[in-house]
T-cell receptor, first 112, second 117 residues
Framework: KNQVEQSPQSLIILEGKNCTLQ??????????LRWYKQDTGRGPVSLTI?????NTKSNGRYTATLDADTKQSSLHITASQLSDSASYIC???????????FGGGTRLMVKP | GAVVSQHPSWVICKSGTSVKIECRSL??????MFWYRQFPKQSLMLMAT?????????EQGVEKDKFLINHASLTLSTLTVTSAHPEDSSFYIC?????????????FGPGTRLTVT
């Protein structure tokens, strides 16, 4: 069964601090892994997308890593800002059709 | 970047009535559109996948007669919740993709908050 698990479920950090979110998956056959940011009451917005051959990808203060051997990914947020408060969702795509498998998300709260 | 809109952004309806939600791709043609439902503090759950001009494919457990999906053009898909009940209250999100296959990005709409009283 294809699954995506994220940790932690929730996280509180102080503004300006860094944090790392984790994603483990058992999706097969793997095509790509995406990280999305979802603000409360809004649709998800894509941060990064990585294929199995990519180890890291950055988007501003967001850096995603992928280890296709261990089937793990992380999202590192540098110098957090209050606007980073949101849910971060790890999504894995299989190599067929458009099917996406969603993780449960990590709810991040950045406090001043 | 590609933009997907939804209308309305929120709606309140009475139990037993029907409500229609529109999803539009504003600057690209969407071969495939998806409808998701999201309950509080949970992740998105795929309800159905639709290709322009074809019948939608529903996920297991989703009643196709209750959630009517129409993908009449390459830029518009609609979800109609028929005979809505309070348990249908949820956040409905659509996404659109310019192609079929895992390499194509899915662009998500802003969501529609449905409350059934």
């Amino acid at each position: 069964k294809n699954q995506v698990e994220q940790s932690p479920q929730s996280l509180i950090i102080l503004e300006g601090k860094n944090c790392t979110l984790q994603c483990n998956y058992t999706v097969s056959p793997f095509s790509n892994l995406r990280w999305y940011k979802q603000d409360t009451g809004r649709g998800p917005v894509s941060l990064t997308i990585m294929t199995f051959s990519e180890n890291t990808k950055s988007n501003g203060r967001y850096t995603a890593t992928l280890d296709a051997d261990t089937k793990q990914s992380s999202l590192h947020i540098t110098a957090s800002q209050l606007s980073d408060s949101a849910s971060y969702i790890c999504v894995v795509s299989v190599w067929a059709g458009n099917m996406l498998t969603f993780g449960g998300g990590t709810r991040l709260m950045v406090k001043p | 970047g590609a933009v997907v809109s939804q209308h309305p952004s929120w709606v309140i309806c009475k139990s037993g009535t029907s409500v229609k939600i529109e999803c539009r791709s504003l600057d690209f043609q969407a071969t495939t559109m998806f409808w998701y439902r999201q309950f509080p503090k949970q992740s998105l759950m795929l309800m159905a996948t639709s290709n322009e001009g074809s019948k939608a494919t529903y996920e297991q457990g989703v009643e196709k007669d209750k959630f009517l999906i129409n993908h009449a053009s390459l830029t518009l898909s609609t979800l109609t919740v028929t005979s809505a009940h309070p348990e249908d209250s949820s956040f409905y999100i659509c996404s659109a993709s310019p192609g079929t296959g895992p390499t194509y990005e899915q662009y998500f709409g802003p969501g529609t908050r449905l409350t059934v009283t």
